[in-house]
Protein backbone atom coordinates (compact mmCIF):
# COMPACT_ATOMS: atom_id res chain seq x y z
CA UNK A 1 0.00 0.00 0.00
CA UNK A 2 1.67 3.84 -0.39
CA UNK A 3 1.90 5.59 2.07
CA UNK A 4 0.08 9.26 2.74
CA UNK A 5 3.27 11.23 1.95
CA UNK A 6 4.97 12.98 4.63
CA UNK A 7 3.80 16.72 4.17
CA UNK A 8 2.29 17.21 7.34
CA UNK A 9 2.01 15.76 10.45
CA UNK A 10 -1.38 14.89 10.35
CA UNK A 11 -0.77 12.39 7.02
CA UNK A 12 1.81 10.94 8.84
CA UNK A 13 0.09 10.09 11.60
CA UNK A 14 -3.02 8.83 9.80
CA UNK A 15 -0.06 6.53 8.40
CA UNK A 16 0.36 4.35 11.63
CA UNK A 17 -3.84 4.69 12.46
CA UNK A 18 -5.37 5.41 10.15
CA UNK A 19 -6.41 1.67 8.78
CA UNK A 20 -9.18 -0.30 9.76
CA UNK A 21 -9.04 -2.42 13.11
CA UNK A 22 -5.56 -0.46 13.78
CA UNK A 23 -7.21 1.98 16.42
CA UNK A 24 -8.95 -0.97 18.23
CA UNK A 25 -5.87 -2.92 18.54
CA UNK A 26 -3.71 -0.09 19.87
CA UNK A 27 -7.00 0.04 22.68
CA UNK A 28 -6.81 -3.71 23.36
CA UNK A 29 -3.05 -3.41 23.67
CA UNK A 30 -3.41 -0.10 26.20
CA UNK A 31 -5.79 -2.08 28.09
CA UNK A 32 -3.09 -4.37 28.97
CA UNK A 33 -3.65 -7.35 26.45
CA UNK A 34 -0.81 -9.02 25.41
CA UNK A 35 -1.69 -11.97 24.23
CA UNK A 36 -2.58 -12.56 20.20
CA UNK A 37 -5.46 -14.37 21.83
CA UNK A 38 -6.99 -12.08 24.25
CA UNK A 39 -6.95 -8.92 21.51
CA UNK A 40 -8.31 -11.42 19.46
CA UNK A 41 -11.59 -12.34 21.56
CA UNK A 42 -11.92 -8.56 22.13
CA UNK A 43 -11.91 -8.04 19.08
CA UNK A 44 -14.58 -10.37 17.44
CA UNK A 45 -15.08 -9.45 13.60
CA UNK A 46 -11.75 -8.90 12.92
CA UNK A 47 -9.92 -12.49 11.01
CA UNK A 48 -6.61 -13.80 12.74
CA UNK A 49 -4.54 -13.03 9.39
CA UNK A 50 -5.39 -9.69 9.67
CA UNK A 51 -4.85 -9.16 13.29
CA UNK A 52 -1.40 -10.58 12.33
CA UNK A 53 -1.13 -8.01 9.65
CA UNK A 54 -2.07 -5.13 11.88
CA UNK A 55 0.25 -5.89 14.76
CA UNK A 56 3.15 -6.58 12.24
CA UNK A 57 2.39 -3.01 10.83
CA UNK A 58 2.45 -1.81 14.37
CA UNK A 59 5.71 -2.93 14.81
CA UNK A 60 7.44 -2.14 11.44
CA UNK A 61 5.87 1.59 12.50
CA UNK A 62 7.90 1.28 16.09
CA UNK A 63 4.56 1.25 18.06
CA UNK A 64 4.59 -2.44 19.16
CA UNK A 65 7.66 -4.50 20.09
CA UNK A 66 6.86 -8.64 20.07
CA UNK A 67 8.72 -10.26 23.21
CA UNK A 68 8.89 -14.19 23.88
CA UNK A 69 5.92 -15.28 26.24
CA UNK A 70 7.21 -15.97 29.60
CA UNK A 71 6.03 -19.24 29.60
CA UNK A 72 8.20 -20.24 26.20
CA UNK A 73 4.65 -20.73 24.28
CA UNK A 74 4.55 -18.14 21.70
CA UNK A 75 4.29 -14.22 22.01
CA UNK A 76 3.23 -11.69 23.82
CA UNK A 77 2.95 -8.19 22.09
CA UNK A 78 3.76 -4.82 24.02
CA UNK A 79 3.48 -1.43 23.66
CA UNK A 80 6.62 0.63 23.20
CA UNK A 81 7.10 4.47 24.63
CA UNK A 82 5.63 5.74 21.23
CA UNK A 83 2.95 2.98 21.56
CA UNK A 84 1.77 4.20 24.68
CA UNK A 85 1.98 7.72 24.08
CA UNK A 86 -1.35 7.02 21.76
CA UNK A 87 -3.07 6.32 24.61
CA UNK A 88 -4.82 10.20 24.51
CA UNK A 89 -5.26 9.67 20.72
CA UNK A 90 -7.60 7.05 21.79
CA UNK A 91 -9.54 8.41 24.64
CA UNK A 92 -9.95 11.49 22.83
CA UNK A 93 -11.64 9.73 19.46
CA UNK A 94 -13.23 8.07 21.68
CA UNK A 95 -14.88 10.79 24.21
CA UNK A 96 -15.40 12.58 20.22
CA UNK A 97 -17.38 9.90 19.19
CA UNK A 98 -19.78 9.72 22.85
CA UNK A 99 -20.56 13.72 21.81
CA UNK A 100 -20.83 13.84 18.12
CA UNK A 101 -22.26 10.11 17.31
CA UNK A 102 -23.95 9.63 20.45
CA UNK A 103 -27.35 8.83 18.56
CA UNK A 104 -25.65 6.49 16.64
CA UNK A 105 -24.58 3.76 19.44
CA UNK A 106 -25.87 0.22 18.90
CA UNK A 107 -26.30 -1.87 22.12
CA UNK A 108 -27.63 -4.55 20.33
CA UNK A 109 -24.60 -4.81 18.57
CA UNK A 110 -22.63 -6.16 21.57
CA UNK A 111 -21.33 -9.53 21.48
CA UNK A 112 -21.84 -11.21 24.99
CA UNK A 113 -17.85 -12.58 25.23
CA UNK A 114 -16.68 -8.99 24.33
CA UNK A 115 -18.30 -7.75 26.86
CA UNK A 116 -17.58 -10.10 29.61
CA UNK A 117 -14.33 -9.64 28.60
CA UNK A 118 -14.39 -5.66 28.66
CA UNK A 119 -15.54 -6.03 32.22
CA UNK A 120 -13.37 -7.93 33.84
CA UNK A 121 -10.26 -5.69 33.21
CA UNK A 122 -12.72 -2.95 34.91
CA UNK A 123 -13.31 -4.74 37.81
CA UNK A 124 -11.79 -3.10 41.06
CA UNK A 125 -10.17 -5.79 42.78
CA UNK A 126 -9.46 -3.78 45.67
CA UNK A 127 -13.05 -3.86 46.68
CA UNK A 128 -13.19 -7.21 46.15
CA UNK A 129 -14.64 -9.22 49.53
CA UNK A 130 -12.22 -11.59 50.91
CA UNK A 131 -12.16 -15.11 49.74
CA UNK A 132 -13.36 -16.70 46.38
CA UNK A 133 -16.86 -14.85 44.20
CA UNK A 134 -18.26 -16.33 41.68
CA UNK A 135 -20.97 -14.36 39.42
CA UNK A 136 -22.70 -16.36 36.60
CA UNK A 137 -24.22 -14.17 33.95
CA UNK A 138 -27.00 -15.99 32.15
CA UNK A 139 -27.27 -13.58 28.58
CA UNK A 140 -30.66 -14.39 27.39
CA UNK A 141 -30.89 -12.34 24.23
CA UNK A 142 -30.00 -11.93 21.33
CA UNK A 143 -28.44 -15.00 22.11
CA UNK A 144 -28.35 -17.37 25.14
CA UNK A 145 -25.28 -17.97 26.79
CA UNK A 146 -23.62 -18.34 30.51
CA UNK A 147 -20.76 -16.93 31.29
CA UNK A 148 -18.87 -17.26 34.53
CA UNK A 149 -16.68 -13.83 36.55
CA UNK A 150 -14.89 -15.74 38.57
CA UNK A 151 -13.54 -13.16 41.21
CA UNK A 152 -10.41 -14.29 43.76
CA UNK A 153 -7.21 -12.90 45.16
CA UNK A 154 -7.60 -9.85 43.63
CA UNK A 155 -7.96 -11.26 40.23
CA UNK A 156 -11.02 -11.54 37.75
CA UNK A 157 -11.18 -14.59 35.35
CA UNK A 158 -13.96 -15.20 32.42
CA UNK A 159 -14.81 -18.64 31.76
CA UNK A 160 -16.87 -19.53 29.08
CA UNK A 161 -17.62 -22.75 30.67
CA UNK A 162 -18.90 -23.53 34.32
CA UNK A 163 -15.41 -23.26 36.44
CA UNK A 164 -16.45 -26.28 39.04
CA UNK A 165 -17.89 -23.31 41.65
CA UNK A 166 -21.45 -22.53 42.54
CA UNK A 167 -22.22 -19.53 41.85
CA UNK A 168 -22.53 -16.90 44.55
CA UNK A 169 -24.72 -14.60 42.28
CA UNK A 170 -27.22 -15.19 39.25
CA UNK A 171 -27.23 -12.05 36.82
CA UNK A 172 -30.31 -12.81 33.84
CA UNK A 173 -30.45 -9.79 31.70
CA UNK A 174 -30.12 -9.89 28.14
CA UNK A 175 -26.63 -8.67 27.12
CA UNK A 176 -27.91 -5.20 25.45
CA UNK A 177 -29.20 -4.36 28.87
CA UNK A 178 -25.98 -5.18 30.43
CA UNK A 179 -23.73 -3.22 27.38
CA UNK A 180 -25.51 -0.28 28.48
CA UNK A 181 -24.96 -0.64 32.15
CA UNK A 182 -21.22 -0.75 31.52
CA UNK A 183 -21.10 2.05 29.21
CA UNK A 184 -23.20 4.64 31.40
CA UNK A 185 -26.34 4.78 29.61
CA UNK A 186 -28.32 2.61 32.45
CA UNK A 187 -27.37 2.49 36.11
CA UNK A 188 -27.43 -0.68 38.32
CA UNK A 189 -30.53 0.65 40.42
CA UNK A 190 -32.61 1.75 37.07
CA UNK A 191 -31.05 -1.84 35.43
CA UNK A 192 -32.82 -3.65 38.36
CA UNK A 193 -35.43 -1.74 39.56
CA UNK A 194 -36.93 -1.90 36.02
CA UNK A 195 -36.93 -6.05 35.85
CA UNK A 196 -34.16 -5.72 32.73
CA UNK A 197 -32.01 -7.37 34.86
CA UNK A 198 -32.26 -9.85 37.99
CA UNK A 199 -29.82 -10.11 40.63
CA UNK A 200 -30.02 -13.22 42.83
CA UNK A 201 -27.49 -14.24 45.29
CA UNK A 202 -26.89 -13.08 49.22
CA UNK A 203 -28.44 -9.53 49.82
CA UNK A 204 -24.61 -8.16 51.03
CA UNK A 205 -22.49 -9.48 47.81
CA UNK A 206 -26.02 -8.34 45.44
CA UNK A 207 -25.08 -4.28 47.37
CA UNK A 208 -22.07 -4.73 46.73
CA UNK A 209 -21.68 -6.16 43.59
CA UNK A 210 -21.81 -2.75 41.57
CA UNK A 211 -18.72 -1.41 43.42
CA UNK A 212 -16.46 -4.43 42.23
CA UNK A 213 -17.51 -4.25 38.56
CA UNK A 214 -16.15 -1.04 36.98
CA UNK A 215 -17.90 1.12 33.90
CA UNK A 216 -16.23 1.72 30.68
CA UNK A 217 -13.70 4.33 30.43
CA UNK A 218 -16.17 6.92 28.96
CA UNK A 219 -18.96 6.28 30.99
CA UNK A 220 -18.65 9.46 32.57
CA UNK A 221 -18.99 11.07 29.30
CA UNK A 222 -21.72 9.23 28.12
CA UNK A 223 -23.82 10.17 30.91
CA UNK A 224 -22.80 14.05 30.54
CA UNK A 225 -23.62 13.63 27.21
CA UNK A 226 -27.01 12.28 27.96
CA UNK A 227 -28.16 15.02 30.10
CA UNK A 228 -26.72 17.43 27.28
CA UNK A 229 -29.05 15.57 25.03
CA UNK A 230 -32.08 15.74 27.99
CA UNK A 231 -31.72 19.83 28.57
CA UNK A 232 -31.26 20.32 24.32
CA UNK A 233 -34.92 18.99 24.78
Not at 124 to 144: K, M, N, S, Y
Request: proline share 6%.
Amino acid sequence: MPDYGHYCPVSMGSEVLADRWTPLVVRELLLGNTRFNDIARCLPGISRSLLVQRLRHLERCGVVQTWPSPTGRGSEYHLTPAGKDLSNVIETLGRWAVMWRHDEFDMTDVDATQLMWWMHRHVDTEALPPGRTVVQFDHTAPVRHSIWLVLDRGEASVCMQHPGFEPDIIATMATPVLAEVFAGALSWRDAVTSGRLALDGSPSLVRAMPRWLGLSGFADDVRRQMKAVARAR
